[in-house]
C-alpha cells in the first residue's frame, strides 16, 4: 500500500502562486509515475501533470509555461509550483501515484487539496 497526503492548497488572487506538496509513505519502494489531476465542480477528474521516476514530465496544454512538477525521491514527495494561476484553475487537486507489481499496476490517489482563485 502507498499512502499519499497532498498540502499546500489555498485561496489565492489570480495572477498568485501556490506550491503544492505530496508526501508519500508506505511501500514508496516501486512507485513509478506520478502526477497531478484536479477536479473542478461539475467536471471530470483531469490530468495536470506527470512526471516518471526518472524525472521526464509531461504537462497538458493549460498549464503549459505555467506550471512545473517535480519529485524528490530521497524525500517521497510530489511538487508542483503552480504560476499565474487563473480562476478556472479553481479545483481540487488529488496526487496520484502507480506502483507496478510485475504486470499490474496500482493506482493510488491522496485525499485532495482544494485551490481557489479569485479574479
Known amino acids: 500500500q502507498v499512502q499519499l497526503v497532498e498540502s499546500g492548497g489555498g485561496l489565492v488572487q489570480a495572477g498568485g502562486s501556490l506550491r503544492l506538496s505530496c508526501a508519500a509513505s508506505?511501500?514508496?519502494?516501486?512507485?513509478?509515475?506520478m502526477g497531478w489531476y484536479r477536479q473542478a465542480p461539475g467536471k471530470q477528474r483531469e490530468l495536470v501533470a506527470s512526471i516518471s521516476s526518472g524525472g521526464n514530465t509531461n504537462y497538458v496544454d493549460f498549464v503549459k509555461g505555467r506550471f512545473i512538477i517535480s519529485r524528490d525521491n530521497a524525500k517521497n514527495t510530489l511538487y508542483l509550483q503552480m504560476n499565474s494561476l487563473k480562476p478556472e484553475d479553481t479545483a481540487v487537486y488529488y496526487c496520484?501515484?502507480?506502483?507496478?507489481?510485475?504486470?499490474?499496476?496500482?493506482?493510488?490517489w491522496g485525499q485532495g487539496t482544494q485551490v481557489t482563485v479569485s479574479s
Open positions: 508506505g511501500n514508496t519502494f516501486s512507485i513509478n509515475t
Open positions: 496520484n501515484a502507480d506502483r507496478k507489481m510485475g504486470a499490474i499496476t496500482y493506482a493510488y
